[in-house]
């Protein structure tokens, strides 16, 4: 066989938080070689924004930037996640195509449909591998969705620990060791055994169990919510103030809905209580994350916790639309909600400012809360 026959192809996604631990290992059972772009940068972000239409949201512009840095760094196949979508989502891949094109690139370009579910998946890695291999796909699948699901748990369990940590920094150290455990085992038998010692790793973080902590939800458009870069690492800032997050959108989440077969799914999906929640404020999907986001604002009250956080892509339609429904919401709703909008511009110390701030109003307002609380059930006494 010639070297060029042996050489396996290489496959790049875009980055999306961590969603490359699923992706790499589903190509690498499928006998592809996963191309893991750098990770998002500034740079990335200049070269998306140099080559996009000025006004096309922040998820583009970072996507484009991640194929562009794939390609330069030599993979044969640039991969996107697509979905039919009613806003701008289902015309990124078109576009995106004809982006690479025009800028000279011989980019082989593919489709993941998600929304088609398993069979979206599956039609994917038999068009990349040109193969068709019903049981080594169903693994790679199941394998890929195992490996989501774990991600999610462990980013649940640092940002439990982040709150409380003793020593600033423990709790993600830690994570970045079980992230590593998780990422190093693909077969499905053997990831069982790396979810424990993953977890293991995470138990040694010292933490202190009766420190003062704030509840805060954050929705939003689902990939600002889940890539770090893009939300200025929100949730790492938030917990150095002493603040447990917990994202109401995740890949889980969202794989429950559109992948994972009803019987295989345990109570009320996220779509199942947007569809519930959302109704009395927003009638019908309007696209992106809106429906999620409105039902978000509402399960949040609903749960007593401090405050809730909406971020979203500056120029998003879908968002727009429910960071308008907000004020209409506050009759029912009487939690905080801060909006953030997010695009190349944002700079830092502002976004700081903004968080501080709400954080200091969330404690205020709790202490205020737990006094009036005391005074009512002693006058009762
Ligand atoms: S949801 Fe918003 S950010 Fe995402 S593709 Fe649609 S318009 Fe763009």
Not at 55 to 64: E, N, T
Not at 264 to 283: C, D, I, S, V, W
Request: charged share 30%; with cysteine; proline share 4%.
């Amino acid at each position: 066989m010639t070297e060029k026959k042996q050489r396996k192809k290489k496959v790049a996604f875009p980055h999306m938080g961590l969603i490359y631990v699923a992706w790499s290992a589903a190509l690498r059972k499928v006998g592809l070689e996963p191309y893991i772009p750098p990770y998002t940068s500034k740079k990335t972000l200049s070269l998306g924004t140099k080559h996009s239409p000025e006004a096309i949201c922040l998820p583009y512009k970072l996507i484009l930037g991640n194929f562009i840095e794939a390609l330069e760094g030599g993979t044969d196949y640039v991969a996107m996640i697509t979905s039919p979508g009613i806003c701008r989502l289902g015309e990124y891949g078109k576009c995106i195509q004809n982006a690479l094109h025009d800028l000279g690139y011989d980019a082989r370009y593919v489709e993941l449909q998600l929304y088609d579910g398993i069979a979206g998946m599956y039609r994917f890695l038999k068009q990349i591998t040109g193969k068709n291999r019903p049981l080594m796909f169903i693994n790679a699948i199941i394998t890929a969705i195992r490996k989501v699901f774990l991600v999610d748990d462990l980013e649940t369990k640092l940002a439990y620990l982040r709150a409380r940590e003793i020593r600033t920094g423990d709790a993600e150290k830690a994570f970045n060791k079980a992230l590593k455990i998780v990422e190093a085992e693909d077969s499905l038998f053997g990831l069982r055994k790396a979810k424990k010692l993953a977890f293991a790793e995470m138990d040694k973080v010292k933490i202190d169990k009766d420190r003062e902590v704030l509840y805060v939800d954050i929705t939003g458009e689902i990939f600002l919510v889940c890539d770090p870069f893009s939300n200025q690492n929100i949730e790492k800032e938030l917990g150095k103030m002493g603040v447990q997050v917990r994202k109401s959108l995740t890949v889980s989440s969202f794989l429950k809905d559109a992948i994972i077969p009803k019987i295989f799914r345990k109570g009320e999906t996220h779509l199942q209580r947007a569809n519930r929640l959302a109704k009395p404020y927003l009638m019908r999907d309007i696209g992106g994350d809106a429906l999620e986001c409105v039902s978000d604002v509402a399960y949040a009250n609903e749960r007593g916790i401090d405050g809730i956080i909406h971020i979203s892509p500056f120029t998003c339609m879908p968002e727009i639309m429910s960071q308008n429904i907000f004020p209409a919401m506050r009759e029912n709703c009487e939690i905080p909600i801060l909006p953030l909008i997010m695009d190349e511009q944002t700079g830092k110390a502002g976004y700081l400012t903004r968080l501080e701030a709400f954080v200091d109003l969330m404690k205020r307002r709790k202490r205020k809360k737990i006094i009036e609380e005391k005074q009512l059930s002693s006058s009762v006494m």
